[in-house]
């Protein structure tokens, strides 16, 4: 008796449908693998910011975001700033920004980190910063000044501490009276002269997690070919 064979016989619409979704699989895959490869090259660069440290102001310099900072001087605790519409774990609060001046009559926001809204918006929280010589440790961050507020940023309001919508280094130095940095610095989160600090080191996805939804959109595009050929591969005679 004659073994039975096998005809393979795709149809054309249903190939055509298969050969589109299987290219799109493909490029979502190969897509997932070139961002792999530039988050490794940015991942690079943050790695070497990272290495630089800075030990003094420099007003008129380019800013290095993610340098690390290590200062001395002293607090400004009598001229604070609150950011509103700062959340923690979904509790409305604010960030503490606070002046440090150092030697060379430089100075630069340090973002002291979150503390909770009162239950009332008039009560603003009770927040001090240490006097005398300090050290600071910190890394460098750029304030978002694009940040899209409604109404009025409070920058022109009076009274300490001032509750602002948004950081605004220029209106910032005028209600200071001195020059401050273009750059903000996070203060460590081992640091003790400040409140929450959960910082983000560098956001976005790692390459590895990258990497892993090229090989699901891989796997997907394996399996719709493995699909296609098994439907179109018929006994003959059948």
């Not at 002293?74 to 030697?103: E, W």
């Not at 927040?127 to 022109?156: I, K, N, S, Y």
């Amino acid at each position: 008796m004659k073994p039975a064979g096998y005809r393979f016989s795709p149809s054309l619409l249903p190939t055509a449908a298969a050969a589109a979704v299987f290219g799109l699989l493909c490029g979502l895959g190969f897509w997932q693998l070139d961002r792999a490869a530039g988050k490794e090259e940015r991942q690079a660069a943050f790695e070497a910011r990272r290495a630089v440290v800075l030990d003094e102001i420099d007003l008129g310099g380019e800013p290095l975001e993610f340098a690390r900072v290590d200062l001395e001087g002293r607090y400004d605790p009598s001229h604070q700033f609150l950011q509103d519409n700062r959340t923690h774990r979904g509790r409305p609060g604010y960030y503490v920004l606070t002046p440090f001046r150092t030697a060379g009559q430089g100075a630069v926001l340090v973002n002291r980190g979150w503390v909770p809204a009162g239950p009332a918006r008039a009560v603003l929280p009770d927040v001090r910063a240490p006097g005398g010589d300090q050290r600071l440790r910190g890394t460098v961050r750029l304030p978002r000044e694009d940040l899209f507020v409604l109404g009025d940023t409070g920058h022109a309001a009076a009274g300490w501490p001032r509750v602002v919508q948004r950081v605004e280094i220029d209106a910032m130095q005028r209600s200071l009276g001195y020059p401050l940095a273009a750059w903000l610095v996070a203060l460590d989160p081992d640091a003790s002269h400040g409140y929450v600090r959960e910082w983000k080191a560098a956001p976005g996805l790692t390459p590895d997690r990258h990497r892993g939804y090229a090989f699901q959109w891989f796997a997907l595009a394996t399996a719709l070919f493995g699909i296609w050929v098994a439907v179109n591969l018929k006994r003959s005679g059948t």
